[in-house]
């Protein structure tokens, strides 16, 4: 059935909701992308200072690959759980929980000294972590109309990428002022405060985020995994998070590796990288955005924007011919901008073809499944790096695997449909 005119295959209108002014929903946004970066940030820190880390600690290649690969496993089983529980409660208390939980484990990395110490703390860090996917998406879902989320989900994966940015510059100026140890505790307060800051603002705030309606909600009749857009959505990701995940953990030991780069030298060309991510995020949100606002029908604008996506990584291969630092970063540049766009159009098929009550649990499994070949692709690495493989045979196969994921979602959803609008009115307000 159409709503406002439109059917189910297009979103119209401008997205304008009545009752409370945008400022209010541009707040909750604003908070949710610093969420983001903070989280990228206590992830990045043991990428970024790995070589002053292994040399002092004594890991090898392997050692690393096997604290990437425990810190996926822990995200991934952890998001089972953390998807359900952030449909449960809301979105004002999952993102309060989830950022509470995953800056006190980042802090117990200061504490760490042996690698069976750094291997359950990073087991706890992406455990914690886990919250933080599901319960960004949902509260996109809740605060935004449907025809502004792929601009939202461009928006927040942008910025969240200037953590990314910021953290090979940031993160090297910590250690020199507190060190390794003390770099992960300040990053950890920095996260504890922003909890603070959350419960304060939100705490008249009502969203609609159909917390309500999961609670309700019991028995088999109302398992995520009778519907094809589940599998569709957790084999694309699957394959499309193994790249990134294989970036986001050794994309510093590459530059290291082809170009003796550590330290504050490796920060400008991870920056050049992580600014592609930024630009393909936001392009493609707000691509997608306008072609949807001229009635475009939503399946040939995500299915085209994940096409292109898809064969620009392609080039990923050729970042081990690269004869200079930065030939090679604007190489990844292209690439992670391309992963961006590809992931930005993946998290909005989610919204589209998930119920409000659902999107918790959808996105948790397809993230668990993306986080599971995440921790493959990240031992693997290590144990081909060992091997004295290099990167191209790991290049090639991340280059391929957009286009493999495209392919499974056209199989399994060949017609996306929106099958939830949502309401008009402004999704979040102020109330008693």
């Known amino acids: 059935m159409a709503v406002g005119g439109a059917s189910k295959d ?56 096997t604290l990437g690969a425990v810190f996926q496993g822990a995200m991934a089983f952890g998001l089972l759980a953390a998807g359900p529980l952030v449909d ?26 042996s690698l069976t110490q750094f291997i359950a703390v990073r087991a706890g860090l992406g455990v914690t972590e886990a919250m933080g996917t599901p319960s960004a998406i949902k509260t996109v879902a809740a605060i935004l109309p449907p025809n502004l989320r792929s601009f939202g989900f461009g928006l927040i994966n942008a910025v969240n990428s200037l953590g990314a940015i910021t953290a090979p510059l940031a993160i090297p100026l910590l250690a020199a002022v507190f060190g390794w140890r003390g770099t992960f505790v300040v990053a950890g307060i920095a996260g504890v405060l922003w909890v603070l800051a959350w419960v304060v603002m939100t705490r008249r705030v009502k969203f609609d985020d159909g917390a309500g309606a999961a609670r309700a909600e019991a028995g088999p009749r109302e398992t995520i995994l009778k519907d094809r857009s589940t599998y569709a959505i957790a084999g694309a990701k699957v394959l499309s998070d193994s790249t990134w995940w294989l970036l986001l953990f050794w994309m510093p ?55 292109v996506s898809a064969l620009l990584v392609l080039v990923l291969p050729l970042a081990v011919f690269a004869r200079s630092e930065w030939e090679a970063a604007a190489i990844l540049a292209v690439v992670l901008a391309a992963h961006q766009g590809f992931s930005t159009n993946l998290f909005a098929l989610i919204t589209d073809v998930t119920p409000k009550s ?6 948790g499994f397809g993230a668990f499944c993306g986080n599971i070949g995440g921790m493959g692709i990240v031992k693997v690495a290590g144990m081909v790096l060992t091997a004295g493989l290099g990167y191209a045979p790991l290049f090639i196969f991340a280059g391929a695997s957009y286009l493999l994921a495209l392919g499974w979602i056209q199989l399994l959803l060949p017609k996306i449909r929106i099958i939830d609008q949502g309401p008009r009115e402004e999704p979040a307000h102020i109330g008693h």
């Open 10 to 65: 297009t979103v119209s209108g401008d997205g304008a909701a009545a009752g409370v002014a945008p400022k209010v929903r541009w707040l909750l946004f604003a908070f949710l992308t610093l969420a983001g970066i903070l989280n990228l940030v206590d992830r990045q820190i043991i990428a970024v200072l790995k070589p002053t880390m292994a040399e002092e600690l004594g890991w090898t290649d392997d050692d690393y690959g």
């Open 88 to 113: 449960r409660i809301g979105v004002r208390w999952a993102n309060a929980v989830g950022v509470f939980t995953w800056s006190v484990a980042a802090m117990f990395h200061g504490l760490a000294t």
């Open 253 to 307: 030991d590459f530059l290291n590796r082809q170009f003796g780069l550590t330290g504050l030298a490796i920060g400008a060309p991870l920056a050049l990288a992580y600014t592609g991510a930024a630009v393909g995020s936001l392009g493609s949100g707000t691509l997608a955005t306008q072609l949807l606002r001229r009635g475009i029908p939503v399946d040939r604008v995500r299915k085209g924007i994940m096409l």
């Open 358 to 363: 659902k999107i918790g649990r959808v996105t």
